[in-house]
Each structure stands twice: as C-alpha cells, then as structure tokens.
C-alpha cells in the first residue's frame, strides 16, 4: 500500500532533523565562556542581575563584585554630577528605602551621600539627620544619637535633628538631656504640641530617675555605714579574716591593710549559696554563718545564724540530742562524743576547742582565721578508729 501524505511528511521531519544534529557534532567545539551561568550558579547569579532580582544586595557598590549595578549606577548618577548632586541623589534614593521601611538599605544610602564630600553643612545635616532616623527604626539608638548630634553640631537650627536628638535621648533613658534637646526644638517652634508632650513626659521622667537615684545613694550610704560598723565591730574582738592577697600572712600591718581592703562581699558565705552572712544585732553582737564538717562520712551542716555568745554544746545537743542523722550509721555522733576542731591555716595544724566554750571566744583565738566570711569546724567522734587516724595524719594539737 503507497504511503500516506501525512506519514511522507513525518518521514522527511525525521530525516532533517537527523541530518541538522550530525551537522551540529560536525562542527568544531567552542570554549566555554569563563562568566557564563551553568547548572550550578544560575540561581545565584539571576539574584545578582538588577533585571531578575527582587532588591539589591547589601554591598551593591562593590563594582568589581556587580558590575550590571554599577552600570545602572553609572547611568542613574551622571559622572560630572557635583558633590552636592550626588549626595542629594543618594539622599533621594535612601528615603525611597526609608519609605518601603527597608531602614539598613536607607543607611547605606545616606552613608554613600556623606561620602561624596558635599560642602554645604545643610545637606550633610540632613543626610546624618536621615541616616539617624533609619538607624532609630533598627533599634541602634546610640548610633542614631551620634548622628543627630552631628547634624547639630552642623546646623544648630535642623528642627528634625532636635526632635530625633530628644526621642534618642528618651529610648536611652537619659531623660535631662532628652528635655534639653525638646528646649531647643521648642525655641525654634514653641506651639508644636507633640514635642511639648514629649518635654513634658521627658520631664516627669528625668525627676522621677533623680529620686531613684536619691534612694539608691542614701541606701548605698547606710549599707556602707552597716559595713564599717561591722568591720569594726569584727577588729575589735581581734577576728582575722583570711582574706586572698594575704592569706598566710601573719604581719599586724599586712593583716591591717587586708581589713582596709576588705569587701561586703568578702563576708558572705560562699558554700552553700544561701547568701547568709555576719551581720550585727540589735545588741550589737556578731551572728555568724557557721560550717560543721564531717570528715569521717564527707557530710557538712550549715548553720545560718550561730551568735557570738552561744557555746557549741547549744548546737550539739539541739543538731544531736533527739535523733541521729541518717548517715551516723553507728550512733556514734552525740553531743557527749563530738569532740571539735578547728585549722590553723598557716601552720596546717588542728587545736581542740572545748564544746564549753562560746563562738566569740574561738574566733578571737589568734590561730584563727575566718575564710569565706563562714567559720568552720571539724567534728569527730571520740574513741574511734577513724578520729585517731585522722588527728595523727592531721597534727593535731590539744
């Protein structure tokens, strides 16, 4: 049967287009072009061409790194534009960014602008003036300050200058200098309401700080006057207190200029973190922080308030007269069997104290040295294995 038309036709496509690929492979092949898109940079690159992109990129004045941008720069900004053309046009294109609230493209813009050595004070006024509302708006008030005022200092009569010096001066707390900066404003418009407003509230704001810092300086000063009571209340009694610079020093002069050097914070137990420190009574006697220490079991108890004038057997008999703690497996911690002890630090001795005796009187002992703003002491039981062991390891003195 004779072919059909439409298959002749189909037949001829085919052959064509065999005929064109052979022709296409025949001919020599051409390098590729060394800044031609591929596969693998296509996407990257569209974004990088001002016809495909949908914003210019942070550093679109890197001419080396986006040539087509400086291109349309070159025919948007002419190059025989005055300074003061140039910085007006960068002027104009940060407000178009302002505008789309696209604020760090506006910086940019109006930082080009200050760049192109403009002469007249007025337009570099208005460029920092800009550049500091955009800044403003990303949140870096101190940069904005900077700039209103030195667009201040460059046009002293820049009403916006003022009215954005007055609301940097408000985000920075510093709300003396915000109602200055609403005066000069105001000089220059008395009737505008809304700085008024903003002077008024900067005022009730700048008194209310003033108080605070009233009550936050007559506190500092009676906590500083509790201080030195307690100070010396603590040399009186001869307490020495181990202090880092001179903490195996045993000169009066050296111990002295430690007392001198001595910090509130010097006084507050640091382990466990209570924040329990001495502090002064009504009486005026000293009531401590006290550690026991149990070397046997590597058990501590920690007591926040021991006075001065209590004798250890007060502890004793109310931390073990009714029941054993749960780790005395051998009952053999009561108050009739606790012997104590306490170092001196700089000869690394242990001396056993009398469970008779009373804190004040251990703590004026001249081997004695407070660390840590907390007394501590060793407690072992008598007449055991360990206590024996211990003291021999430990030189212990009687």
Known sequence: MAASKEEKIRELVEKLDKELEEWVESRPKRKPDKDAWTEENWEEEMQKHPAFCSEPPEDVHDAEKYPAWAALQAIKYDQDDTPEEKALQYKEEGNHYFKLRLYKKATIAYTVGLQQKCEKPEINAVLLTNRAAAHFHLGNNRTAFADVTKAKELKPDHAKALHRGALCCMELKRFAEAVTWCDDFLRLNPEDKTVQQLRAKADKLKRAQE????????????????????????????????????????????????????????????????????????????????????????????????????????????????????????????????????????????????????????????????????????????????????????????
């Open 211 to 398: 108080r605070d810092r009233r009550k936050s300086q007559a506190q500092e000063k009676k906590q500083r006057a509790q201080h030195n009571r307690l100070l010396q209340a603590i040399k009186s009694r001869g307490i020495q207190l181990q202090v880092p610079d001179s903490a195996d020093s045993s000169d009066e002069d050296e111990m002295s200029a430690s007392m001198g050097r001595l910090q509130l914070a010097s006084l507050e137990a640091s382990f466990p973190n209570t924040g329990a420190k001495v502090y002064l009574d009504e009486t005026e006697c000293l009531v401590w922080p006290v550690m026991f220490m149990y070397p046997e079991y590597m058990e501590t108890d920690f007591i926040q308030e021991f006075h001065e004038d209590s004798r250890f057997s007060d502890h004793l008999a109310a931390m073990f007269g009714s029941e054993r703690p749960p780790w005395d497996t051998e009952g053999k911690y009561t108050p009739g069997n606790i012997q104590v002890y306490f170092e001196e630090t700089s000869k690394s001795k242990l001396h056993k104290i009398s469970p008779e005796t009373t804190l004040r009187n251990v703590l004026s002992d001249s081997r004695y040295r407070v660390q840590a703003g907390t007394p501590s002491f060793i407690l072992l039981p008598q007449d055991c294995r360990f206590t024996e062991e211990y003291l021999r390891k430990a030189d212990a003195v009687s």
